[in-house]
């Protein structure tokens, strides 16, 4: 029996703090382990040669098979090799490698305890201690002996703390050193280029080229040599084109992904160093000069700060200040802690009081190198994109299946008809055979791509960029677009509309101009609550606060080298990371207002909502903290005493109109408490409310239209945010997603608590805004019946409350709610899976910051950016607005609907030859050499490259195209056309031996020698004409697609396939004739009529097609009676339209209630 380790990362590394056990489910692998057995080998071998290297492709194609055969099972922990089955249950065979490592270097890993220590990385010690690894997609899983199981190495630093972090300031000695980078490995993104004999192997013992091989020898034989010779010459160009392009690639990736750069890091001496960056572990102490550097690892900041242009990864054009990481006793993560990270790959502009007196570069420390660090996850995408689990691809796999069982068939058919003739085994076997090779067209997979490949390059040619290209035909089935609001939805940049300030009497009047506020409290918090910098003299930061900073006319001044010692004096001597200094002149009523000194920054977090800064006055002889953030945020983490009563019904009403509100809040901070070292936690507590700061923040212009647009075409479109919710909706209403008649019912979960049970309740927008007991009554009572819609709004803390304790009611608010606010990033994430759960496609389109995750998650993300490529999603696009998103939905359904015409175009012509073979080798002829070449390559090859041609239609239809190859339309069409294919042919082929001049074959000779000759000549011809008129007949247009007549060079094509096949029927002439082989008819009324029984043949076909695409098969459906959508969202949707007591308006309920309403 296998024994199976499970790998999960456990442990730690050179760390005294408890290891998280948490793993992140991408790196989840089932692994068997198996153990070389010399016989086996050698048995193997043996075969191998034997079978003439059959079996070595037979294990290529199935390393499974190659593993039992050479290998038995045993424990992972003594395995030399490894059979993985990864998340998506694909198998790979990886070889276990082992690395000699130091001597007593377990010991300078880390301070742990013993046990901890010899439990971290199993070495086995026999006469030299090594280490047992692995290398899978870039990544290095090491063997951990108390967990059983291989773990990626990077699991060793996964526990780390703050406080763990900042200890390694003090740098690594060079023996550690050395461990470490035995244990991680280099610090190199390396991306594979193979050599061109590699990939001429690997692309040769591909299905599709053994397959051709297989064909080119039988035709061989087969004396069919001008074909087999094309063929051979065209798989050899083909062969030749994809190994330079495959290997241009990996180039360019290399080029893109490699970074080896000098880097200056600290040893535990105090002396800095310059080395490789190649050299660079996890616990490294990095330090980063002025200039900064482009970035050749993943970094925890600890010293100063750095300007970053995190453009590669997220999509944001706008620099990112990063800021150091506080000490303390949480657990470090780079997604959590992103303001105090640097990643790989990101170009650091700027790095800012790191040395002595402030002055100098930064001080980092390495987390993650290689693989393992954010522009590594991005190349390991690209390298190794994950499967697409889209019906389409299914089925085309399946269909072949059904081509193969067709083919079987003929096989047998012609095995019993030529048997009965008594001709050679040789000629039964290879006749036999070759009907395998027409029936299943081996180009069948690479044709169905081609609507694919046009529909990237329109795209790209439009400014949206694809990392993963089968993913466009996933487009076509998109069903629900989530949008992120800020940036996304409305514009970038927000217009302070006003502030109101907070006293003990209540709010002030409205402000409309910060610059007019008294000095004060308020004041200086908008002056000095943000992370704006400056780089080269212009301020640089979030629109947001620089409207903020720009509003109140200070003036923001950053320390020079120089003079940073100069600086520091003035305001106590505590270390400045910027001055904001009022304007010059203020009225005197008003008095002066000083200068002041930021000292401590904490930045904004999405998943805190909200930001703070410490600063002190001139003299150091005070210190303030002030806090922004989103109201309900900042008024839970102040006394209660100074928020002002009207405080909720000043922000719903501000929220209500649009607004984007921000709360501010300060506290005083003892100046000798060390300001520069508080933690966050000490700052953000028991703070004063200051007031309330109003921006305006415009819907882009394109953005109703484009809603308006998804909603005609029946796609969902849902608004994921991390603003106030009341302001969600109203911009939900600004744009289209809520109707001007339609309702916003609030959904509102609490948690469980000391004090209070669970609860859940649904209230109309009228009761939330005037607190009145009913006010909805007859609206809930008609609430479907009226034909009245509704669309939820639901705030991120009660979404997490849903699906903690109300799970049963998630789908059915999932399927209502249009507006989701005050969600963090990780809540987007789940909410994209949530949906999915439901069986919706689901596209998200966001700025690529906070919606990473969702735009991985989403089957489509689209992610607004200059970039051209970035981790955030498969597609970026330049456009500042989402009307990108209906083009690629429109391009999806266009290259979904052509995948799906070249697909039915290739199994029909592949099907026409198949009949004709089986007619002609019926009385003892075939098709000519010349007549495969002429179709194959001069009618089909033409019109299937020129048919994926014509772009989408400009218009969204409601109706989606389908997915399904093995549908009733799409397969009762093949069978009607395959019906009508023969019918025509055979009817071809009794018109010709009905006629007073026909002669029969001569019986003692068989195949191709016996041309030319009459059979065979009218069967090419109806043939011929059969390819063209597919073409015509499954080349959809209307209503994914441009009308047939702007595909011009397809209808070029068509007209001149059509015209050669006209003369080759009529009068081809002694040259042509003698060249394909054709007999000479001299009855012209006989070779009208084959061209008459080609046209009946081609309405026929077109009429069934037509009445295919108007549903006259969906009659056969009623004959297995009515059954429910497979799809979980559609089977909801009748059953709430159904009920008259959802939602349950009014009503508090607990997690033991239940409406009337379930759905499996």
Request: aromatic share 8%.
């Given at each position: ?490 514009e970038e940049g927000l217009d302070v509309w006003g502030v ?219 608004m994921v945010t991390g603003d106030n919710v009341l302001t ?337 029927a009529l009068e081809p002439g002694p040259v042509f004739a ?87």
């Amino acid at each position: 029996m296998d024994i199976i380790g499970t790998v999960e990362p456990h442990g730690g590394f050179s760390s005294p703090s408890p290891r998280c056990p948490g793993l992140s489910l991408d790196s989840h692998m089932d692994a068997q382990g198996y153990k070389w057995v010399r016989w086996r080998v050698w048995s193997c071998r043996l075969a191998a040669l034997l079978s003439l290297g059959l079996l070595l492709v037979l294990f290529r194609w199935r390393p499974r098979v190659a593993v039992l055969a050479r290998c038995t099972s045993c424990p992972v922990a003594s395995a030399d090799v490894l059979l993985i089955r990864d998340s998506c249950g694909q198998q790979h065979v990886v070889e276990v490698l082992t690395e000699e490592v130091e001597e007593g270097s377990l010991d300078l890993l880390g301070k742990l305890d013993e046990s901890e220590c010899r439990d971290t990385v199993q070495l086995y010690k026999e006469e030299k201690t090594l280490l047992r690894f692995y290398l899978f997609e870039g990544l290095r899983y090491i063997w951990l002996d108390r967990k059983g199981a291989f773990c990626r190495v990077s699991v060793l630093n996964e526990g780390w703390t703050y406080r763990d972090l900042h200890r390694f300031q003090k740098g690594l000695d060079p023996v550690e050193q050395s461990s470490r980078r035995h244990m991680f490995g280099s610090n190199l993104i390396d991306v594979p280029v193979k050599s061109y004999m590699k990939l001429l192997l690997e692309e040769v013992l591909n299905p599709f080229y053994v397959f051709q091989v297989f064909s080119i020898t039988l035709w061989m034989i087969d004396e069919y040599y001008y074909y087999a010779l094309c063929i051979f010459v065209i798989s050899i160009i083909s062969i030749s084109v994809s190994l330079y392009e495959t290997r241009r690639q990996s180039i360019t990736l290399r080029n893109m992904a490699r970074l080896v750069t000098k880097v200056t890091i600290r040893r535990d001496s105090g002396v800095e160093e310059s080395v490789s960056s190649e050299e660079l572990v996890p616990g490294d102490c990095l330090i980063i000069p002025p200039e900064g550097l482009l970035m050749p690892c993943d970094a925890a900041l600890l010293v100063g700060e750095c300007l970053v242009n995190e453009s590669m990864l997220t999509g944001e054009s706008v620099p990112v200040l990063k800021t150091p990481l506080p000490s303390g006793d949480m657990t470090y993560s780079s997604d959590s802690e992103r303001r105090h990270t640097l990643f790989c790959g990101t170009q650091l502009i700027q790095a800012k009081g790191g040395g002595l007196g402030g002055s100098g570069g930064a001080v980092a420390v390495v987390t993650n190198t290689g693989f393992f660090t954010a522009k590594g996850h991005l190349v390991s995408s690209i390298l190794y994109p994950q499967p697409i689990d889209f019906r389409f691809y299914r089925d085309s796999a399946k269909f072949l299946l059904i081509l193969g069982f067709i083919a079987s068939i003929g096989t047998i058919y012609i095995f019993v008809v030529l048997y009965r003739t008594r001709v050679t085994w040789l000629q039964l076997i290879v006749r036999s055979l070759d009907v395998v090779t027409i029936a299943v067209p081996p180009a069948l997979p690479a044709a169905i791509t081609t609507g694919t490949i046009y529909a990237q390059s329109r795209l790209k040619s439009r400014g949206i960029f694809c990392i993963s290209p089968p993913r466009i035909n996933v487009c076509g089935k998109v069903s629900l677009f989530c949008f992120d609001k800020t940036g996304t939805l409305t514009e970038e940049g927000l217009d302070v509309w006003g502030v109101m300030e907070a006293g003990p009497a209540g709010f002030s009047d409205l402000v409309p101009d910060p610059g007019l506020l008294a000095p004060g409290s308020l004041q200086s918090g908008l002056a000095c609550c943000h992370t704006v910098t400056l780089l080269d003299g212009q301020a640089l930061g979030d629109p947001l606060e620089l409207k903020m900073v720009e509003s109140v006319g200070w003036t923001l001044q950053e320390p020079e080298a120089a003079a940073a010692d100069t600086l520091d004096a003035q305001f106590g001597g505590c270390r400045v990371l910027a001055v904001m200094r009022p304007p010059p002149q203020r009225p005197q009523a008003w008095g002066a207002s000083e200068p002041v000194a930021i000292v401590q920054r904490f930045p904004f977090s999405s998943a805190l909502q909200r930001m703070s800064v410490v600063t002190v006055a001139p003299g150091g002889r005070s210190a303030l903290a002030f806090m922004k953030g989103s109201p309900e945020m900042v008024a839970s983490l102040c006394r209660a005493e100074t928020v002002p009563a009207q405080f909720a019904s000043k922000l719903h009403g501000f929220s209500s109109e649009g607004l984007r509100v921000l709360a501010l809040a300060c506290k005083s901070v003892q100046v000798n408490s060390g300001v520069q070292h508080i933690e966050r936690t000490e700052v953000e507590r028991d703070m004063q409310f200051l007031g309330l700061m109003m921006m305006k923040n415009l819907v882009k212009a394109e953005s109703p239209k484009v809603i308006n647009t998804l909603r005609l075409a029946q796609i969902r479109s849902v608004m994921v945010t991390g603003d106030n919710v009341l302001t969600a909706v109203n911009v939900a209403k600004s744009c289209g997603m809520v109707g001007a008649d339609e309702k916003v019912i609030f959904v509102t979960a609490n948690p469980n608590s000391a004090q209070s049970a669970p609860t859940l309740k649904f209230s109309l927008e009228e009761q939330v805004a005037a607190a009145a007991p009913h006010p909805a009554d007859g609206f809930s009572q008609n609430l479907y019946q009226g034909g009245s819609t509704h669309h939820f709004a639901i705030n991120g803390k009660s979404f997490a409350a849903l699906c903690d304790y109300f799970p049963e009611y998630l789908p059915k608010v999932l399927m209502q709610a249009t507006v989701f606010a005050r969600m963090a990033p990780d809540q987007k994430t789940q909410l994209v899976k949530e949906l999915q759960k439901l069986n919706y496609r689901v596209g998200m389109c966001g700025d690529g910051a906070n919606d990473c995750g969702a735009l991985r998650a989403a089957d489509v993300g689209v992610s607004l950016s200059e970039a051209e490529a970035s981790v955030a999603s498969p597609f970026t696009s330049k456009t500042e607005n989402i009307s990108c998103v209906p083009l690629l939905i429109r391009e999806g359904r266009c290259s979904l609907v052509t995948s799906f015409s070249l697909f039915r175009y290739m199994a029909l012509y592949s099907l026409i030859q198949f009949c004709s073979v089986l007619l002609l080798n019926t009385v003892k002829t075939n098709v000519g050499d010349l007549q495969f070449l002429f179709c194959d390559l001069f009618l089909v090859t033409l019109l299937a490259i020129v048919m994926g041609r014509g772009g989408p239609s400009e218009e969204l239809h409601p109706c989606r195209p389908p997915a399904s190859l093995l549908a009733l339309p799409v397969f009762g069409s093949l069978f009607i056309h395959v019906c009508m294919v023969t019918l025509g042919q055979l009817a071809a082929f009794f018109i010709t031996t009905s006629q007073d001049w026909y002669v029969p074959l001569n019986s003692t000779v068989f195949g191709t020698a016996n041309l030319p000759n009459m059979e065979n000549t009218c069967v090419f011809t109806l043939s011929g004409f059969q390819y063209i008129i597919m073409a015509a007949v499954v080349t959809k247009a209307y209503p994914h697609k441009k009308p047939l007549y702007h595909n011009k060079i397809f209808l070029l094509v068509l007209l001149l396939h059509f015209a050669v096949m006209l003369w080759l029927a009529l009068e081809p002439g002694p040259v042509f004739a003698r060249l394909l082989q054709l007999y000479d008819f001299t009855d012209l009324n006989f070779k009208m009529l084959l061209v008459a029984v080609a046209a009946l043949n081609f309405l026929v076909c077109f009429v069934a097609e037509m009445l295919v695409d108007l549903g006259i098969l969906n009659c056969l459906r009623c004959l297995r009676g009515t059954r429910q959508s497979k799809k979980r969202y559609k089977r909801l949707k009748v059953l709430l339209s159904d009920s008259s007591s959802w939602p349950p308006l009014n009503q508090t309920l607990s997690p033991t209630d239940h409406t009337a309403i379930s759905c499996s």
